[in-house]
């Protein structure tokens, strides 16, 4: 019997030789070195592992950023559905989407401030503007001005409105003959005229 | 006496304003940002600012300087800069601190980008500035709100002004989850008042805007039958029954659905107008062997949703979130079971353990190795009208995305009251049950087609005589007979589970405030001060599971309602030996 352990045992560092010649890993996973896990967990039942809570959260605090997308089902039907957003640093993330190269300053921020989304760091940075000394608020003036210009290279470019560019028009031509009536008025109340007949025009639209 | 005068006195004066007054709603929306700059400016300094580079389709900015000094008040306001549409303003700062920029859009549909200038310097270049006024009146301790109505929604503000350049009030974040709340401090009637929402610089999103009457009046004791935080006058105008304080029938109160609440925020997911059906799904993972994980698909949410958008055109909209790993077991149990865990314990300390406020009005999902026993091979196990449900197909080497999605949404639907209309005999599944609560399509799905339904398609439930029940009891006439329990009457699964009141929080009945809320618990969710004051969401729900006696009477309950909707103990459903469990046992 022991001899033929023998060969079993070098039997099993050839057949190891061989497999891991052929780059197979020889790992067993644990649970199937176990005779009878059920009667492992009967004997020490596993605790119940006690979940973290969050504390209280801020507005700024980082919570995780779902991704949500409309997706589309079978027979044409589309619903939401919301996954955790990809882990890829800000810089790459934002700098990708960016409408025109980051400068200096906003590549910077982002390599200090990790944020999962704009909002947050203009949130962050402000409040660290705000909570600055004299000696350190010119430099986070910066960092906040920063996130704001990283906003708006950041944000879509404002949509053709068909209807506010033909309601403007309206406005202007009106707002012209208007104004020949004012020539004779001083500036002040050219301005206070303007702002009048400006209001009167846009509710008379609102109620159009 | 002399009160009795002086109400009927305020009554007559009021009177006319209260007729103009009313309230307001604007449907979800995306209101466009606000530059919202904060700034350190020295006292005696001047300073000019200024917005430059308009870009739009018809650009037109309106900027205002404001400071807080205990409270916010305007300093500076510019609306036209020289007959042009961009702004500037040149003023002397009375005192040294941080003041606001704020630029706005001057009307719907005049937003655009510009630059801002502080004295010819430029501070910020091509900003998005949007907002969106809105011209009515008000009455003061009226109340305005704006709520994201998309998930982790925009950060969005508010602001009341008395015309277009004279500044009242704002707020950003005092309502529930950071949402702009304000409460007027004085009437506004004259015409030229107006509210302007927008978002904060950098969010996205959108959100609905609700102007709300004063709830608790001093003069009128209610103008809020139902009691859930919405007027009468407003209700009809949202779509909602001033009668009803969850007029869609989710059981989630139309507060909340309207106004969200901190940590989940049901207004970013519900409307108050469809049924909204939550399920939290948290799975087990094997801390050495990939292969014994049991993960839910990726696609599976957006998969169960489509179901239950097929299946009620919409009325019904599942929401389901894949959340957070569970420690390993080789076997879970609802109660204690040898070599198990106890489905509870775990549920107790896993399940939305961050959002606790939402505990309430979710099923919990648990995507788990066994139910019951090591030797089982049940693919699930779940509470007949119910709230839990576990998934179990550690049988299955590798369940297929069919496997998985068929077993979801037929454990679902036992939560949902659906039991398996009388298929629960291994070779007897009828074949016309073209349901996935029938075994013969729970994988395969209906009519083996790979799509799972609970009852949708030829054999749907168009009408009582041909429903799939119908057949059904003709189907079976051969090997069980007419008389088999339940099949007397006609019983669409689709038509039943909408009309359920669940009962989450498990105290015995769904009229509990844990689902639909009852008529005194909606008031003493909120805190009014001395009548009339500002209101507050109280969101947070404390979650205890409920004692074994309470449980045990629960159990009873729904049994007996069970019972009297003609389902069959042994055959529809099951009671645990201890009492404490009543659930539907799968194959």
């Known amino acids: 019997m022991r001899a033929r352990g023998d060969q079993v045992g070098i039997g099993s560092v050839v057949l190891g030789v061989v497999l891991v010649a052929a780059g197979i890993p020889l790992l067993v996973p644990r649970h199937l070195l176990r005779e009878d896990s059920a009667a492992v967990s009967q004997r020490e039942p596993n605790p119940v592992a006690p979940l973290e809570t969050s504390p209280v959260p801020r507005k700024d605090s980082p919570e995780p950023v779902l991704h949500v997308e409309q997706v589309q089902g079978p027979k044409g039907l589309t619903v939401e559905v919301a996954t955790p957003a990809p882990v890829t640093s800000p810089l790459t993330r934002f700098a990708k989407d960016a409408l025109v190269p980051l400068t200096p300053d906003e590549e910077a921020l982002l390599r200090e401030e990790h944020v999962d989304d704009l909002a947050t760091l203009v949130t962050r940075t402000e409040r660290a503007f705000q909570d600055a000394s004299p000696e350190t608020r010119a430099r986070q003036e910066r960092r906040y001005l920063a996130a704001l210009n990283l906003v708006a290279k950041l944000s879509a470019p404002p949509t053709e409105d068909t209807h506010a560019r033909d309601q403007d028009a309206r406005y202007q031509q009106a707002l012209a003959r208007e104004k020949a009536k004012w020539r004779d008025l001083a500036p002040e109340e050219q301005a206070r005229a303007q702002e009048t007949f400006k209001e009167w025009f846009f509710q008379g639209e609102q109620k159009r | 006496m002399k009160s009795f005068m002086g109400a009927l006195r305020a009554v007559l004066l009021l009177a006319p304003m209260m007729a103009w007054a ?3 709603y604007v449907a979800s929306r995306d209101w466009g940002s606000f530059i919202w700059l904060s700034t350190w400016l020295d006292a005696g300094q001047t300073y000019t600012f200024e917005t430059r580079d308009l870009a739009g389709s018809a650009p037109d900015t309106v900027l205002h300087v404001l400071r807080d000094r205990s409270g916010w008040s305007q300093v500076a306001v510019s609306d036209d800069c020289q007959g042009n549409t961009r702004s500037c303003v040149t003023f002397v700062a009375p005192d040294s601190g941080y003041y606001r920029v704020w630029v706005r859009a001057y009307a719907d549909g005049r937003g655009g980008t510009a630059s801002l200038y502080r004295n010819g310097t430029l501070l910020l270049s091509q900003q998005p500035f949007g907002g969106v006024p809105l011209l009515f009146a008000w009455n003061a301790k009226d109340t305005f709100r704006a709520s994201a109505t998309t998930p982790g929604g925009g950060d969005h503000l508010l602001f009341l002004l008395r015309s277009n350049t004279e500044y009242l009030q704002h707020d950003d974040d005092s309502g529930p989850k950071y949402y702009p709340l304000v409460t007027a401090t004085s009437t506004q009637n004259v015409g030229t008042q107006r509210v302007v929402v927008g978002r904060y610089p950098g969010s996205a999103g959108t959100a609905s805007f609700v102007h ?25 105008l949202i779509g909602l029954s001033p009668n009803n304080e969850d007029s869609d029938g989710d059981s989630i109160a139309d507060t909340l659905e309207v106004f969200g609440n901190d940590g989940f925020s049901f207004s970013e997911w519900s409307s108050p107008t469809a049924r909204d059906l939550y399920v939290e799904i948290d799975w087990m993972q094997h801390p050495t062997n990939p292969y014994l994980t049991r993960q839910p698909y990726a696609g599976l949410v957006a998969d169960a949703a489509a179901v239950f958008a097929q299946e009620t055109g919409g009325s019904v909209r599942l929401h389901a979130f894949i959340d957070s790993v569970l420690p390993w077991y080789e076997v879970v149990c609802y109660g204690s079971c040898p070599g198990g865990v106890d489905f509870y314990a775990l549920k107790q300390s896993a399940f939305s353990a961050a959002n606790p406020e939402r505990r309430p009005y979710f099923h919990y999902a648990m995507w788990a ?4 026993s090591l030797t089982s091979c049940s693919s699930g196990k779940a509470e007949l009208l119910g709230n839990d449900l576990i998934i179990s197909m550690g049988c299955f080497s590798s369940p297929s995305i069919q496997e998985q999605r068929g077993t979801f949404i037929h454990e679902l639907g036992h939560n949902l009251n659906l039991d398996h209309n009388g298929n629960d005999v291994a070779g007897q599944y009828s074949v016309v049950h073209d349901s996935v609560m029938n075994y013969r399509y729970q994988f395969a799905g209906v ?14 439930c ?10 059904c009891v003709e189907c079976r006439d051969g090997f069980l007979g007419c008389s088999f329990p339940g099949c007397g009457s006609c019983d669409c699964d689709v038509g039943e589970w909408g009309s359920l009141e669940l009962d989450f929080s498990d105290d015995g009945d769904a009229n509990d405030g844990a689902g639909r809320v009852s008529k005194r618990s909606a008031l003493t969710r909120y805190l009014p001060d001395d009548k009339g004051g500002p209101a507050r969401f109280q969101p947070r729900v404390p979650h205890e599971e409920s004692p074994l006696v309470r449980r045990r009477d629960d159990v009873r309950r729904k049994r007996e309602r069970l019972l009297s909707r003609g389902r069959v103990e042994g055959r529809d459903f099951h009671v645990s030996a201890d009492g404490t469990l009543l659930y539907a046992e799968c194959l």
């Not at chain 2, 009519?447 to 749907?460: A, E, L, Q, R």
């Open chain 2, 369 to 372: 190795n066994r139910h019951t």
């Open chain 2, 462 to 471: 168009a009408a009582c005589g041909s429903s799939p029940k119908a057949e």
């Open chain 2, 22 to 24: 009313g309230p307001h």
């Open chain 2, 447 to 460: 009519s083996n087609s790979g799509w799972h339904s609970y009852s949708f398609g030829d054999n749907g």
């Open chain 2, 212 to 236: 709300d009457e004063e709830l608790w009046s001093t003069i009128f004791d209610d103008n809020d039958g139902d009691e859930d935080g919405l007027s009468d006058s407003l209700e009809p």
